[in-house]
């Protein structure tokens, strides 16, 4: 789908999955993408979005995968994102995503892959989401395998405090 997404696209009610995987897609999501009631993964990587995520995305309850890296989002990540009770694939890296990551994310208790990565996020990753991992200290019964944030450097501009590999699987 080259081009941008035409506003048309929240007719489409019938859709479960929306792939558009390195398109060349431009512009911003459209506010219609939470019409998609019954949309369970809306992946959308490597195409050259910008903009912020539209609020009626966290409408969508039966979403699972969520996969935006490789474009050039904006903003923040809404506390709404607890919503999303079914997601289980957040995938975000290669953004410019500002902010602090919502202890929200903390409740999603299916949620397998978190990957916040090289966007211009600052604060500590919030002990909830901590919570979420399946390591040493934590419930067997914790499906986040992967979480990523910037947690390498200090020093950096933008910087995300998690320890590896207690909290964060793979610090960059």
Do not use: H, W
């Not at 901590?130 to 200090?154: E, V």
């Amino acid at each position: 789908l080259a081009g941008t997404f035409p506003p048309e696209i929240g007719t489409f009610s019938f859709l479960e999955n929306f792939l558009v995987e390195r398109g060349g897609t431009a512009g911003s999501i459209p506010s219609q993408i939470g019409q998609l009631s019954r949309l369970k993964k809306f992946d959308v990587n490597y195409n050259l979005l910008t903009g912020p995520l539209p609020e009626s995305i966290y409408d969508l309850s039966q979403l699972e995968e969520l996969d935006l890296n490789d474009n050039a989002l904006t903003g923040t990540i809404s506390t709404r994102i607890g919503q999303l009770e079914e997601l289980r694939f957040f995938q975000l890296y290669r953004n410019r995503v500002e902010g602090s990551i919502p202890s929200e994310f903390g409740l999603l208790t299916g949620l397998e892959v978190a990957n916040f990565d090289n966007n211009e996020f600052k604060g500590g990753m919030p002990e909830e989401v901590c919570q979420l991992r399946d390591g040493p200290d934590m419930s067997p019964d914790n499906m986040l395998t992967s979480l990523t944030a910037d947690c390498k450097d200090s020093s950096e501009e933008y910087y995300v405090e998690c320890e590896e590999p207690d909290c964060c699987s793979t610090c960059f």
